[in-house]
């Protein structure tokens, strides 16, 4: 642990303009920023080959001929030093309209269209997900070096959510009003573009915590993929939808290939450089209440959650190493339906109801 750890923080800004269109309408453009310092994260700061590209230690003994690799410290094996050096930061732009009782329909709107980046140096301070494929910073005593797109970078999303209200029979307690009376309709919809991934390169890892990205062996022209797949389907539920230029060789086999503290070459991709299919849902909701004493309801509700049966397209982090495929050929990119993490996820994200009556009293 750092002796000398800092408390991370967050600092937070925004910015609102309001103006009301009619009654009951406003429009409003918003901006929010924030700033994240201090961030905690993890860095091995003694994997194998630190000793050979930071002290300058030979990889080949010039009297055995042998070839090794070397630590800063050869007493101890890997160190994961946990400091505070954690970067991030985020603005976003959001335009929101929201009216209620629209001309007294019944009907209430609020949509929200969000223009954002998010940007930093490690966005997980444990590497949890597959996204990270290590432990930490490529090089650890340069956090910037991994300075790039978030994991949870989403630049476009768009959310509509009306509520309807029968405006008619809101009062009474005829059988019609009963009937066909305060009966209240809800929807979500959320559509939003892809998040970013990486695509890493294994191939001369030797300590399995600092991966080098993938090198290119010529100009990538697409960064971002899809939802409708473009290419092969292996299978009922996975789909190759792009294919990036072939890997180029990463490591010098005359060195032992320290693919895990470079230097790495200049066309190495950056962090996050490649976005996911984009992705939507919609969920809808009738509800309705029965009065049957004055401080005693019954109240129906029927959710329906995917209610198109759409699913998505994820990428599968899982499969975002160059190694799995080799040199010398297209670089695939795989996505499944319906799930993150799972190759055969179509049912993470179907259609499905539930339905509800409660007593309140």
């Keep these: 642990m750092d002796q000398n750890i800092r408390t ?8 609102a303009l309001e103006q009301q269109l009619a009654k009951n309408t406003v429009v409003s453009l918003q901006y929010t920023g924030a700033r994240g310092l201090h961030l905690y994260d993890i ?3 003694n994997a194998l080959g630190s000793g050979n590209v930071l002290l300058g230690d030979p990889v080949k003994d010039p009297v055995s001929g042998k070839t090794g690799l070397t630590r800063l410290n050869n007493q101890y094996s890997n160190i994961n030093n946990r400091g505070s050096h954690g970067d991030s930061y985020y603005h976003a732009m959001n335009i929101q309209f929201q009216s209620t009782n629209l001309h007294n329909t019944g009907l209430s709107l609020v949509a929200n269209y969000t223009l954002a980046h998010q940007l930093d140096d490690l966005s997980t301070t444990f590497s949890e997900t597959n996204n990270a494929f290590g432990l930490g910073y490529t090089q650890p005593f340069n956090p910037a070096f991994d300075h790039g797109n978030g994991d949870l970078d989403i630049r476009h999303r768009l959310v509509i959510a009306p509520i309807y209200r029968t405006p008619f029979y809101a009062k009474g307690h005829s059988w019609l009003a009963q009937a066909l009376g305060a009966w209240q309709l809800t929807g979500i919809y959320t559509v939003r573009t892809g998040a970013p991934f990486t695509y890493f390169d294994s ?6 915590y600092q991966y080098a990205r993938y090198q290119p062996g010529s100009a990538i022209s697409q960064h971002t993929f899809k939802s409708i797949p473009s290419g ?9 939808i792009g294919n990036l230029p072939a890997a180029v060789t990463f490591g010098n086999d005359a060195l032992g290939g320290i693919s895990d503290w470079g230097p790495f070459p200049a066309t190495m991709v950056a962090r996050n450089s490649f976005r996911g299919p984009g992705a939507w849902t919609f969920d809808a909701s009738v509800s309705k209440i ?20 759409h699913h998505n397209l994820f990428i599968q982090d899982g499969l975002n190493d160059v190694a799995n495929v080799g040199y010398g050929v297209p ?10 993490g799972n190759n055969n996820g179509a049912n993470d994200e179907r259609r499905f109801g539930q339905f509800a009556l409660k007593l309140n009293f």
């Design 331 to 340: 670089v695939p990119v795989t996505a499944s339906k319906g799930g993150i």
């Design 232 to 240: 092969l389907k292996s299978d009922s539920n996975t789909y190759v």
């Design 203 to 208: 191939t001369n890892n030797n300590s399995g």
């Design 8 to 15: 991370a923080q967050t600092q937070f800004w925004d910015l």
């Design 290 to 309: 029965f009065p049957i004493h004055e401080q005693v309801n019954l109240e129906f509700r029927a959710e329906g959650f995917d209610l198109l049966n």
């Design 43 to 45: 860095a091995n700061i």
